[in-house]
DNA sequence: CCTTGCGCCATAGAATCGGC
DNA sequence: GCCGATTCTATGGCGCAAGG
């Protein structure tokens, strides 16, 4: 309905702007012209071609707009176009003329007169050049002739090959014959028939064959389409899984690369209106495929309304054990030091796949935007169910209790020789029944990635200055984390007060992770983006080496198994952590500043939170007892951990997050360019 | 993820020109 | 009247960013 009246009204609008509208753009046109004429100088209009118009004037010698012939009879020529297309203009101007008499009982001839805008045949909103064109059942060109449709073209060009084959091959007027055959044998359909039009089909069937090659030319060729598809379809099948979008585009970027097609893509990157091979051309070959993307769960997480209150009460507690412990300020500066941010990812594996490919990884940052190595919590029972790393003896055991939960977890590390070599990023292995964390893994996660880095980190600053901080075991160290039963378990607090009495812990606010904790969007996104980019890098590479092993397209694979799964997640989460720390460093000490946590480091903050200790920043704290000092560490560790336990189990910290492989709207539109080596392609594409 | 709006590129069509 | 060439306009299709 709405449709229809905007085509009407379109239509009306036509018929009433058209002859002023053209006359007028006809004049402008004539007046443009006759300026370059005068002077092929410094005209507003278009100083380039200004400029190709005086170097065309020098070129042939001639003083007049574009090389005028002076010849008289070409003069007469032009007089005589000039009187005819007069005619023609005054015979249009009538015709217009007619068509708004018989279209006078229309309303609204003002409204179509603001019309700037118009909707061409797919619904695009188009602006308003300088001629209109119409729309109605067939379609027209702006000058009111018929496009012809393929059939038609078809038509055109048979009996244009049935006349050539009839004249003699030296005839000329081939096209003129044919449209006039033509226009006598079909009027109705071929009445406006020009002899220009045959030629341009003509042409362009012997061109391309193609019916309109307008538009941007199809990107690829179509043997490369071809393949991409069908290994889109062989690794489809063998998934039976969902598949989206970003998970596909590195196989059609592989593919595109061993087909020797690199510059396609190297030309186009990341500029605009030129092939990059994005999401949206990966989309369409789904599309074409019939495939459909399923929209993943948004971030559904409801934030408290007092979260900012919240958020600052944990600030004020942080800087109170800052105030009270002495804890170093150097953080503040940049060198590395106390306090921790811990968050379990849950990792959908990367392939987004089933619950049996996922695990859980513990992630770690110090306040001076320093990654801890991470802990990886997977689903089994033995060595045998974590990756194998190539190496005999790569884990060593160092953990095998039931949970508070009933079953039983058991926890790794790797081998000194292995940690030291490759796995660096990783500090803890577990295993649990469903892959989730619990009160065992935390407990490992506390003995092999935090003490150690604590000890590190205390001596290193020691080895400087003696000044800087108290002895290991004696300095209190904070750690962050959020509200999730593994790290409010009592058992496991009380293991915490037992054997590492310095370590405070610090909850972050329920429901308040995504607006209190570093970790939570910006810290894991990077993260994420890391293992997004070499989960591209490799299946990237594997498409191109099975291409180059002869293997043919619609046989490519990208293995999905849980071993070869596994080992990835290990290796680029090995390897994430050393990049986090040394390219990404910025971007987490911006995240810290984001929750406004280093704030605890400032003397009206401290001041603050002594003050607001009167009015229940610990609320289950007794304050007596904390006064006691040292000697009473025990009791406000327990005190410390009987508040937290107020706090309902917050289920949101146990959010997995995004999947890895979807990209934050406006962060990453260009992520791929970074999986390939664009360098060493060059050099290899011209060698 | 999807839609909208806009810019870019390249080509089809229309208008025009010189020439036969 | 027609052809081929040239110039200007119209339009198809995609990349990209913002908003939902």
């Given at each position: 309905m709405e449709r229809g009246r905007g085509l009407f009204s379109f239509f009306t609008a036509l018929s009433a702007a058209n002859p002023s509208e053209v006359k007028a753009a006809k004049e402008a046109r004539a007046a443009r012209d006759k300026a370059d004429a005068d002077a092929c100088g410094e005209r507003s209009k278009a100083a380039k071609k200004a400029a190709s118009q005086s170097c065309w004037n020098e070129a042939t010698a001639s003083g007049s707009k574009k090389g005028l012939s002076n010849d008289p009879e070409a003069i007469r020529s032009r007089e005589r176009r000039k009187r005819e297309a007069a005619k023609r203009e005054k015979q249009r101007a009538k015709a217009f003329n007619d068509s708004n008499a018989a279209a006078a009982n229309h309303p609204e001839p003002a409204d179509v007169e603001k019309e700037t805008h118009y909707t061409d045949n797919k619904g695009r909103k188009r602006k308003r050049k300088t001629l209109r064109s119409r729309t109605d059942g067939v379609r027209y060109t702006k000058a009111g002739s018929v496009i012809y449709s393929d059939t038609e073209c078809r038509m055109v060009a048979e009996t244009f090959d049935r006349i050539k084959a009839r004249n003699l091959p030296g005839d000329t007027e081939l096209y003129a014959k044919t449209a006039k055959d033509l226009r006598s044998r079909l009027p109705t359909t071929f009445s406006k028939l020009g002899r220009q039009q045959v030629r341009q089909i003509i042409l362009r069937r012997e061109r391309t064959g193609a019916l309109d090659g307008r538009g941007r030319f199809t990107p690829l060729p179509a043997v490369l389409i071809t393949a991409i598809l069908l290994a889109f379809t062989s690794v489809v099948k063998a998934r039976a899984t969902v598949i989206s979008a970003p998970m596909l585009q590195p196989i059609a970027i592989g593919i595109i690369i061993a087909h020797g097609y690199t510059s396609l893509l190297r030309e186009g990157r990341g500029k605009r209106g030129e092939f990059c091979c994005g999401l949206h051309f990966v989309r369409g070959l789904m599309k074409q495929k019939g495939w459909r993307n399923v929209k993943p769960q948004g971030d559904t997480r409801k934030v408290p309304p007092n979260w900012a209150e919240l958020v600052h009460a944990m600030v004020l507690r942080l800087a109170y054990f800052v105030w009270q412990h002495d804890i170093p300020k150097e953080l503040r500066k940049g060198k590395t030091w106390i306090t921790e941010e811990m968050h379990k990812s849950g990792d959908k594996s990367l392939q987004n796949h089933g619950d049996k490919r996922q695990c859980t990884v513990v992630t770690a940052t110090s306040a001076a935007g320093e990654m801890l190595p991470h802990q990886t919590v997977m689903e089994g029972k033995t060595v045998r169910a974590l990756p194998n790393l190539g190496a005999p003896y790569s884990y060593s055991h160092t953990l095998n209790k039931s949970n508070s939960k009933g079953t039983r977890s058991f926890c790794f590390v790797p081998s000194p020789v292995v940690a030291a070599t490759w796995i660096t990023g990783i500090a803890s292995f577990c295993l649990t029944a469903n892959h989730w964390s619990d009160n065992i893994t935390s407990r490992a996660w506390i003995t092999d990635v935090v003490v150690p880095y604590f000890k590190r980190k205390i001596e290193e600053m020691r080895a400087t200055s003696l000044e800087s901080c108290k002895e290991f075991g004696t300095q209190v160290c904070v750690v962050i984390v959020d509200v999730w039963w593994g790290w409010i378990d009592a058992g496991w607090k009380a293991w915490l007060a037992e054997t590492h009495p310095w370590i405070r812990l610090l909850y972050v606010p329920p429901r308040c992770t995504p607006k209190g904790q570093p970790m939570d969007a910006g810290i894991i996104a990077m993260l994420k983006g890391i293992l997004r980019r070499q989960y591209g890098t490799w299946v990237c590479d594997l498409v191109q080496r099975q291409l180059r092993g002869g293997t043919k397209p619609e046989e490519i694979t990208v293995p999905s198994d849980v071993p070869t799964c596994k080992r990835n997640l290990v290796n680029w989460l090995s390897e994430a952590v050393p990049e986090m720390n040394t390219t990404e460093k910025s971007g987490m000490l911006k995240c810290w500043e984001a929750t406004g946590l280093?704030?605890?480091?400032?003397k009206d903050t401290q001041r603050e939170a002594v003050k607001k200790l009167q009015d229940g920043l610990f609320p289950n704290l007794d304050l007596d007892q904390y006064n006691l000092g040292d000697e009473g560490m025990m009791k406000v560790v327990a005190a410390l951990v009987a508040d937290a336990q107020d706090n309902s189990e917050d289920q949101d910290a146990g959010w997995p997050g995004l999947p890895v492989l979807q990209t934050v709207p406006g962060t990453v539109a260009q992520e791929w360019e970074r999986w390939i080596d664009w360098d060493s392609l060059g050099s290899a594409s011209s060698a």
């Amino acid at each position: 309905m709405e449709r229809g009246r905007g085509l009407f009204s379109f239509f009306t609008a036509l018929s009433a702007a058209n002859p002023s509208e053209v006359k007028a753009a006809k004049e402008a046109r004539a007046a443009r012209d006759k300026a370059d004429a005068d002077a092929c100088g410094e005209r507003s209009k278009a100083a380039k071609k200004a400029a190709s118009q005086s170097c065309w004037n020098e070129a042939t010698a001639s003083g007049s707009k574009k090389g005028l012939s002076n010849d008289p009879e070409a003069i007469r020529s032009r007089e005589r176009r000039k009187r005819e297309a007069a005619k023609r203009e005054k015979q249009r101007a009538k015709a217009f003329n007619d068509s708004n008499a018989a279209a006078a009982n229309h309303p609204e001839p003002a409204d179509v007169e603001k019309e700037t805008h118009y909707t061409d045949n797919k619904g695009r909103k188009r602006k308003r050049k300088t001629l209109r064109s119409r729309t109605d059942g067939v379609r027209y060109t702006k000058a009111g002739s018929v496009i012809y449709s393929d059939t038609e073209c078809r038509m055109v060009a048979e009996t244009f090959d049935r006349i050539k084959a009839r004249n003699l091959p030296g005839d000329t007027e081939l096209y003129a014959k044919t449209a006039k055959d033509l226009r006598s044998r079909l009027p109705t359909t071929f009445s406006k028939l020009g002899r220009q039009q045959v030629r341009q089909i003509i042409l362009r069937r012997e061109r391309t064959g193609a019916l309109d090659g307008r538009g941007r030319f199809t990107p690829l060729p179509a043997v490369l389409i071809t393949a991409i598809l069908l290994a889109f379809t062989s690794v489809v099948k063998a998934r039976a899984t969902v598949i989206s979008a970003p998970m596909l585009q590195p196989i059609a970027i592989g593919i595109i690369i061993a087909h020797g097609y690199t510059s396609l893509l190297r030309e186009g990157r990341g500029k605009r209106g030129e092939f990059c091979c994005g999401l949206h051309f990966v989309r369409g070959l789904m599309k074409q495929k019939g495939w459909r993307n399923v929209k993943p769960q948004g971030d559904t997480r409801k934030v408290p309304p007092n979260w900012a209150e919240l958020v600052h009460a944990m600030v004020l507690r942080l800087a109170y054990f800052v105030w009270q412990h002495d804890i170093p300020k150097e953080l503040r500066k940049g060198k590395t030091w106390i306090t921790e941010e811990m968050h379990k990812s849950g990792d959908k594996s990367l392939q987004n796949h089933g619950d049996k490919r996922q695990c859980t990884v513990v992630t770690a940052t110090s306040a001076a935007g320093e990654m801890l190595p991470h802990q990886t919590v997977m689903e089994g029972k033995t060595v045998r169910a974590l990756p194998n790393l190539g190496a005999p003896y790569s884990y060593s055991h160092t953990l095998n209790k039931s949970n508070s939960k009933g079953t039983r977890s058991f926890c790794f590390v790797p081998s000194p020789v292995v940690a030291a070599t490759w796995i660096t990023g990783i500090a803890s292995f577990c295993l649990t029944a469903n892959h989730w964390s619990d009160n065992i893994t935390s407990r490992a996660w506390i003995t092999d990635v935090v003490v150690p880095y604590f000890k590190r980190k205390i001596e290193e600053m020691r080895a400087t200055s003696l000044e800087s901080c108290k002895e290991f075991g004696t300095q209190v160290c904070v750690v962050i984390v959020d509200v999730w039963w593994g790290w409010i378990d009592a058992g496991w607090k009380a293991w915490l007060a037992e054997t590492h009495p310095w370590i405070r812990l610090l909850y972050v606010p329920p429901r308040c992770t995504p607006k209190g904790q570093p970790m939570d969007a910006g810290i894991i996104a990077m993260l994420k983006g890391i293992l997004r980019r070499q989960y591209g890098t490799w299946v990237c590479d594997l498409v191109q080496r099975q291409l180059r092993g002869g293997t043919k397209p619609e046989e490519i694979t990208v293995p999905s198994d849980v071993p070869t799964c596994k080992r990835n997640l290990v290796n680029w989460l090995s390897e994430a952590v050393p990049e986090m720390n040394t390219t990404e460093k910025s971007g987490m000490l911006k995240c810290w500043e984001a929750t406004g946590l280093h704030k605890a480091w400032n003397k009206d903050t401290q001041r603050e939170a002594v003050k607001k200790l009167q009015d229940g920043l610990f609320p289950n704290l007794d304050l007596d007892q904390y006064n006691l000092g040292d000697e009473g560490m025990m009791k406000v560790v327990a005190a410390l951990v009987a508040d937290a336990q107020d706090n309902s189990e917050d289920q949101d910290a146990g959010w997995p997050g995004l999947p890895v492989l979807q990209t934050v709207p406006g962060t990453v539109a260009q992520e791929w360019e970074r999986w390939i080596d664009w360098d060493s392609l060059g050099s290899a594409s011209s060698a």
